[in-house]
């Protein structure tokens, strides 16, 4: 088995192919015989998972800052417990949304303050970033065509202008972070995208081998 430490994210609103992108990842990164894990937030941990329930139940009513709490809390426990150990043994850890998606839904969306959000995550991730992040993007249309007729949990139930600001803080992030936060197109095919993954991530390892 080869080893390389690299934790990579993916972000994007609902609909904008994450899932896809990540098996795919795995399966190439299985062929490849690189050892990783893949995890979900929030979720992950026994206690992680738990919070998640609470934070996509429509039953719970939460305002911005209990709910971003609630996201640092299921996250802390997760790096914690899951990321910072696979990452000393020099695995891949591959996350389905990470801290990038308390900026772009806490702060962004719920329009809580972006520094207190920064300190937040960088509590949460115990001082962790990702080595690279990709962004899935997609409009707000294409997002609502393809999940239509799907249940919608408390987040997804935010309404069409709460997206359109998360999808504001997404751009942000790939115009002030364009090195760590990779923009790609949501609506190419998904071999186009996942070759794009493969070759960012080959050009990063390289860059690391030559450093
Ligand atoms: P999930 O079902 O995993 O959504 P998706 O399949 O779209 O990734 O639910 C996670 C929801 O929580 C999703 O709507 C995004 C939201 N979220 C935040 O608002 N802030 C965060 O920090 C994280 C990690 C997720």
Partial sequence: MNRINMFISFEGID????????????EYLSREKIEFIS?????????????REILLSKKNKLNGISELFLFEAARSDLTEKVIVPALEAGKVVLCDRFYD????????????????????????AHGYTTSVTFYLSISRSLSS????????????????????RVIEGFEFLSETE?????????????EQIH??????????????KVK
């Fill in 15 to 26: 609909g904008c192919g994450k899932t896809t992108q990540i098996k795919m990842l795995e």
């Fill in 145 to 164: 065509e393809r999940t239509s007729g799907k249940e919608l949990d408390r987040m997804e139930s935010s309404g069409n202008e709460f997206f359109e």
């Fill in 39 to 51: 995890l979900r937030e929030p979720g992950g941990t026994e206690f992680s998972e738990l919070i």
């Fill in 195 to 208: 070759q794009r993954i493969v070759d960012i991530i080959n050009s990063k390892l390289n860059h690391d």
């Fill in 101 to 124: 998606s308390t900026f772009a839904y806490q702060g962004f969306g719920r329009k809580i303050d972006l520094e207190a959000i920064k300190n937040c995550n960088f509590l949460a």
């Fill in 178 to 190: 364009p090195d760590r936060f990779i923009k790609l197109d949501g609506g190419e095919s998904k």
